[in-house]
């Protein structure tokens, strides 16, 4: 590594922690940062999933950040340890309440507190509102989701391609030249250089937005400068 990258990487580690710092959701006295090359690994333990995850996106939000590396542990408290059937039946229970969340399609499974979420949507957003349902559960210790977005009769492709581009056009973080889009069948592929993992996000989101697409290949790269 040269003296010029160490530099680097010891400046985006300072971003890193300031930033989680800032997040209060997360304890950052009890996550350690330490940067190569612009990938960033986190690591120590907190005590439920949902602040690993928060910990996670807040670094990736970080400009200058090329990857994350989540070695993070979680380790629920006593007092919130839960039985596997307990757990699936509140994961149940608050995926049923979620009006965003089809009434069937979706199953859930637990493990020595590992939640697994699996079965079919229609849409993008009911994945992730799945997701979010579970996530803040006490006695969570992970989330696996497993959903896949069901395919949908959808004509006129090169129509959803232009789509996606405008969408892109008019997202405020985003630099739409620097994104090519391909779409065949449902499946949207999308390559070039972003100046972050946020904004990595920002477009593949949008892509994920537009009816009948049920994958997204995400090969954008990053490119702090």
Do not use: C
Request: glycine share 8%.
């Amino acid at each position: 590594m040269t003296t010029t990258t160490a530099q680097t990487d010891l400046q985006l580690q300072r971003k890193v922690l300031a930033a989680l710092a800032f997040e209060p959701k997360v304890n950052a006295a009890d996550i350690g940062v330490s940067v190569h090359d612009g990938i960033v690994t986190l690591t120590g333990r907190v005590n439920s999933w949902t602040q690993r995850y928060d910990a996670e996106h807040a670094t990736l939000r970080v400009r200058g950040v090329r990857g994350v590396a989540d070695e993070i542990e979680v380790e629920v408290p006593a007092e919130h340890v839960r039985g596997d059937e307990d757990l699936a039946r509140s994961a149940a229970n608050v995926l049923e309440a979620n009006i965003l969340v089809p009434e069937e399609g979706v199953h859930v499974s637990v493990r020595d507190g590992l939640l697994t979420l699996s079965g079919e949507v229609d849409l993008h957003f009911q994945r992730e509102a799945a997701e979010a349902s579970v996530r803040t559960l006490a006695g969570v210790r992970g989330v696996a989701n497993l959903l896949t977005v069901r395919p949908l009769e959808q004509p006129g492709w090169g129509q959803v391609k232009q789509e996606i581009a405008l969408a892109f056009t008019r997202h405020a973080t985003l630099d739409a030249n620097r994104v090519q889009v391909e779409v065949e069948g449902g499946v949207v592929t999308l390559r070039g250089t972003l100046r972050s993992w946020a904004e990595r996000q920002d477009a593949e989101n949008a892509a994920w937005a537009m009816p009948g697409v049920h994958q997204v290949h995400n090969e954008l790269s990053i490119s702090p400068s």
